[in-house]
């Protein structure tokens, strides 16, 4: 069983992350153990021994919340666009590319032009 983690940022699919689940069985009870990718955790911005609370809306779906919400919002905190993101990667791999021709196209398939 996998389940299968998806950001979605302005509405591209970044990437899934399949995660194998894991059951720990002790003398007196069975846990079952779900570890998130760091690139999860970080996108997320969750920080070390902070509650989270799975509800559970179908036998498909498990939605992850987090009680503390109320300190997200107010957090302030700088957060690039998905489009500088994608701006500065391009422009890092500029010199991987023979000619300008296949940069171009890199270009027009990143933001689907």
């Not at 194998?20 to 069985?25: A, E, Y």
């Not at 391009?90 to 991987?96: S, V």
Request: aromatic share 10%; hydrophobic share 40%; net charge negative.
């Amino acid at each position: 069983m996998y389940l299968v983690i998806r950001l979605v940022i302005l509405n591209f699919v970044i990437i899934g992350y399949p995660t194998k689940m894991q059951s720990i069985k002790g003398e007196a009870s069975e846990q079952w153990c779900i570890n998130f990718p760091s690139a999860v955790a970080q996108a997320m911005e969750f920080e070390k021994g902070e509650v989270v609370e799975w509800v559970i809306e179908n036998k498909k779906k498990m939605v992850l919340k987090r009680p503390n919400s109320i300190e997200l919002e107010t957090k302030k905190t700088f957060q690039r666009n998905l489009i500088d993101e994608l701006d500065d990667l391009i422009n890092e791999c500029h010199d991987a590319f023979s000619n300008r021709d296949s940069w171009k196209l890199l270009k027009e398939l990143m933001y689907g032009s």
